[in-house]
């Protein structure tokens, strides 16, 4: 067996590094590849000086109940920090220690006030802990919660639902029915009910009217329920479809059917007590109170949900605890919804059944139904097994797993089988589709072995290119540091992921190349300006950014990075054609300008660029900034690098750039011999960074008036901007000598145009290191200087005192 690059002795070192986030990929790390001595030393960890140690130990704590840590835990929650009280009371509920509710008791009588996240943390715990204390702690709560609009309202209805009590039922039944209640909360309040019954359920696709996806769903289920279903459940199941057709009309027949339904399921069971209930009181609502449609529709569905998931009872109903292994077995593996009792049952079997026959049932299984809820409880047993024999049989089941709890738990069992896994994932990615070869990367990643490492490393361009954030996940999570040479290869300046990376390499390796420090130092810019610009909604605020980063991808060389842009413009959508905006990526057509002219970090090209998934969603971040800055009133600064704006409207309705484009085309091809139109073209395409159209553009114009000065001067920006020196500065030249006998078409302020050309030549010259003459200014007219003020400008347009021009 393969062993890991990572020694037990050497993470063990690593919990005692100088950086927190070190200490904190140690933790992880020894938990992933030693569990064993992970276990053995957590009241350590729990105990360590090191609060990111403690936290990151806790948030690790997925296994059994362990007496030995409970006084541990029962401290870290009555006097950590809020995150780390948080935790710990989150693990103590996972474990439903009941003597922890006394403590939440003590803990919400004394100080200092909880927090937040506390409050979170004790709400899901009281909710996971069976009995009487926990329910009663939590309805002593209800009203503070009830009447607010508190943040914790689903939260708090999630852990009493827990519970199971038909009241809770009524309560939440009742908000959904409530015309006066904010349609939220009614969402959340169904969406709960849901989650009870029918989990799998998108209640999206429920509030919404997704009629389609939710037929089809709810077909799925009835087909599984028939397929489970013995001989003499012919009629419940008729009964069952009938139910599902009514959801398509007339939902009065849908309660009859419902009704119906109930009156022969009914035979008083516990486990279907409160499934009763719902539908009980949704045929009840639904009798009483004629509300909206589409409330209406809900409601049906959460009353099938319920009927179903009683029929689930019935045709899988719970084995005895006295029962063999193979019956617990045999109900673990049927293709229902989970149950609450599943993972007690998972640890009977494994604590009774003997090892080789567990394994070859569950082998047989995984064959005979790749997919299913009962093959993702198979995967679970076969990961608490540790059954290497099986790691090939998983492995081939990834290309076909699409659900993402079953994903997770091939992943899982997988990782559970440490290094043995390794060697049939890097035989199955060189055959891997995307999908598959990253969620096997994901997987590789967690195990890092020499062989593993020697694969992946020079695979890193192609994956990063692909999927850059999962790529530097694969990197640091291995920590190998065989990535160093090819990540300082693909780092540029702003590249801030890139740089935690590489900087984190060598921190886990204890290596110091030259480029580290250049490295760290842009990093820590990096995290300033982060740090900076969450406090931009806050009034904490100190310094507004005068800068955004925005990921783009070169047209021409392909590669991704993120560049710092000082301004940015975000324009209303095109409604005229949505299709084609969603096939192309080019900024104008997505309503972006980018109004900086940039170049790619790799190959030097210029405003060549393609949005990416990544800077629609800093586009998106930043449009929500500037609409939550004017809800509360505060106006960003000039500075400010993302701006909202409209160039045109029609109708009172703003025009998108693609309108703006059609309109300028549409004129072109109205008035062709117009050089007025074919410099408002050559703008639009100057402004939207399209430099190649603004210069055939600005051609056209001068080719029909040589003396198009507004032509020259909008080529001068396009050759200065490329960096065409030489070329700029004889347009400039071109301009500047027809100043006084050129022709001007869109400009208002000719003074002002004038005056730019003379100073843009001057600061020409300097650069160029050449003098610029002046020519001599031609008197097109004399007027009686009389009292004209000297310190004037002078009236012939020169731009210089009258006492400077021509009154000498």
């Not at 849908?254 to 035979?267: A, G, I, N, P």
């Not at 027809?738 to 145009?753: E, M, R, S, V």
Request: one cysteine or more; charged letters at 25%.
């Amino acid at each position: 067996m393969a062993s890991f690059i990572w020694t037990q002795s050497r993470l063990e070192e690593l919990l005692n590094h100088s950086q927190a986030g070190v200490r904190r990929w140690a933790v992880v790390k020894l938990s992933a590849l030693y569990p064993r001595r992970f276990r053995e030393l957590l009241p350590e960890l729990l105990q360590d000086e090191h609060q990111e140690v403690v936290q990151t130990s806790l948030g690790l704590m997925d296994e059994p109940s362990r007496e030995d840590l409970v006084a541990i835990l029962k401290e870290l929650y009555l006097t950590g920090s809020e995150s780390i009280s948080a935790k710990a009371i989150q693990v103590l509920g996972n474990w439903r220690t009941a003597g922890a509710v006394a403590w939440m008791r003590e803990r919400i009588l004394g100080s200092p006030p909880l927090g937040r996240e506390q409050i979170a943390a004790m709400i899901q715990a009281l909710g996971r802990i069976p009995g009487e204390d926990a329910y009663s702690l939590l309805k002593d709560t209800e009203r503070a919660v009830r009447d607010k609009d508190s943040s914790h309202w689903r939260l708090f209805y999630a852990a009493l639902l827990e519970h199971r009590k038909p009241e809770d039922v009524a309560t939440l039944l009742n908000v959904v029915l409530d015309g006066n209640c904010k349609e939220e909360r009614r969402r959340d309040a169904l969406g709960l009910l849901l989650a009870q019954v029918d989990p799998m359920l998108n209640p999206s696709d429920v509030f919404f009217g997704n009629r389609p996806a939710v037929t089809r769903h709810l077909a799925r289920r009835a087909a599984d329920l028939r397929a489970a279903a013995a001989a003499d459940a012919a009629d419940l199941l008729e009964a069952l479809q009938r139910a599902v057709d009514s959801l398509e009309g007339d939902d009065s027949q849908s309660v009859h059917e419902f009704t119906l339904l109930q009156r022969d399921l009914l035979d008083g069971g516990e486990c279907r007590q409160f499934e009763n209930a719902i539908v009980s009181h949704t045929i009840k609502g639904l009798d009483g109170s004629p509300g909206d449609m589409s409330w209406r529709y809900g409601l049906c569905c959460l009353a099938w949900s319920a009927l179903a998931k009683m029929l689930e009872g019935r045709f899988f109903p719970p084995p005895a605890p006295q029962a063999q292994w193979q019956q617990k077995l045999q109900y673990l593996l049927g293709d229902r919804l989970p149950q609450s009792d599943d993972e007690s049952l998972q640890a009977a079997v494994l604590a009774e059944a003997d090892r080789r026959e567990l394994v070859a049932r569950l082998s047989d299984h995984l064959q005979n139904h790749p997919t299913g809820w009962g093959t993702a409880r198979c995967l679970i047993l076969l990961g608490r097994l540790g059954a290497a024999e099986t790691t090939a049989m998983i492995v081939a089941l990834l290309k076909d797993l699409s659900e993402e709890w079953s994903v997770e738990a091939a992943k899982s069992a997988l990782l559970q089988m440490g290094a043995d896994a390794v060697g049939p994932l890097l035989t199955r990615l060189s055959q891997a589709q995307m999908r598959e070869k990253h969620l096997i990367l994901e997987i590789l990643a967690q195990l890092p072995t020499e062989e593993s490492v020697q694969t992946v490393a020079p695979l890193f361009a192609s994956l990063y290119a692909e999927n850059a954030e999962g790529t530097l996940k694969v990197a640091y999570d291995m920590g190998a540091k065989e990535f160093l040479p090819v990540i300082e290869h693909e780092y540029r300046p702003g590249e801030w992921d890139l740089g935690r990376v590489y900087v984190h390499l060598c921190q886990v390796n204890r290596m110091h190349p030259s480029r580290l420090a250049e490295i760290e130092r842009d990093v820590a810019r990096g995290d300033a300006f982060m740090q900076e610009s969450r406090r931009v909604l806050s009034d904490r605020q100190a310094h507004w950014p005068s800068f955004m980063q925005l990921e783009l991808a070169c047209r021409n060389c392909g590669k991704k990075y993120q560049y710092q842009l000082r301004e940015v413009h975000q324009h209303p959508h095109d409604r005229q054609e949505p299709e084609q905006a969603e096939k192309d990526f080019t900024p104008y057509r997505q309503g972006i300008v980018i109004v900086d002219d940039v170049r790619c970090k790799n190959c030097q090209t210029l405003n060549r660029f393609e949005l990416t998934p990544a800077s629609f969603a800093q586009i998106t971040t930043e449009s929500f900034k500037l609409l939550a800055f004017q809800k509360m009133n505060r106006q960003p600064p000039p500075h400010y690098p993302f701006k909202h704006v409209r160039l045109e409207e029609r109708e009172g309705q703003p025009l998108s750039l693609l309108d703006v484009e059609r309109e300028h085309l549409e004129a072109v091809r109205l008035q062709p011999s117009r050089p007025a139109v074919h410099l408002a073209c050559g703008k639009f395409y100057e402004y939207i960074k399209d430099y190649p159209s603004a210069r055939r553009f600005y051609l056209q114009a001068i080719d029909l008036d040589a003396r198009a000065v507004e032509g020259m001067a909008g080529l001068v920006r396009l050759d200065h901007a490329e960096g065409k020196m030489k070329e700029a500065s004889e347009w400039l030249q071109a301009c500047y000598d027809n100043l006084d006998k050129g022709n001007f078409y869109l400009t208002g302020d000719i003074p002002a145009f004038k005056a730019m050309v003379r100073q843009k030549r001057k600061e020409f010259a300097r650069e160029l290191g050449i003098k610029a003459e002046e020519k001599p200014i031609e008197i097109r007219f004399r007027f009686d200087a009389g009292d004209y003020p000297k310190n004037k400008p002078c009236p012939c347009g020169s731009g210089k005192k009258y006492k400077l021009c021509c009154m000498r």
